[in-house]
């Protein structure tokens, strides 16, 4: 990726709906190199689409927690079991499939304490598969808005 291609991920990192006469224009080239060249980012999938950022708390989600699961005794077929009846659950926003002691983060949104022990004692602790959960409250949740190549270290 060169210089070009990390300003236009900036301008749209920033805000994915900006225009392309406005991406163009804030990158200094022409709205048709700026649309090739955001055409290639997603042709190379470099940039995957585009997200909404909605407020947790807003929409009722005030709560989040991340919640560490081991899965006993691991298997293939347990792991990808889990992960995908865990993903499709209304409560979870995030699933990371991890190594070392656990085998899982799961993050989850919900309205309420209340609502956060019966995820965790009525849905997760019920499946036969898992060992043990580890429940952290999140107080804040700060994400990087603009994600880069890291530069190249030197030999």
């Not at 994915?16 to 980012?41: H, K, Q, Y």
């Not at 407020?55 to 991340?66: F, K, S, T, Y």
């Not at 499709?88 to 991890?98: H, K, R």
């Amino acid at each position: 990726m060169d210089e070009l291609d990390q300003a236009i991920l900036r301008v749209l990192q920033s805000n994915a709906r900006t225009s392309n006469r406005d991406v163009a224009a804030a990158v200094g080239v022409s709205p048709s190199t700026a649309l090739e060249r955001t055409r290639a980012l997603q042709r190379r999938g470099v940039i995957r689409g585009a997200t909404l950022d909605v407020d947790l708390n807003a929409v009722g989600r005030g709560v989040q927690a991340l919640i560490a699961v081991r899965i006993r005794p691991p298997s293939r077929e347990r792991i990808e079991s889990f992960r995908d009846w865990v993903a499709a659950l209304p409560e979870t926003i995030g699933v990371f499939v991890t190594s070392g002691t656990e085998d899982f983060i799961v993050h989850v949104a919900v309205p309420d304490n209340d609502a956060l022990y019966a995820f965790v004692i009525d849905r997760l602790t019920q499946r036969p598969e898992i060992a043990d959960v580890r429940t952290s409250v999140v107080y804040e949740h700060f994400r990087s808005r603009e994600v880069m190549p890291l530069p190249t270290r030197a030999a």
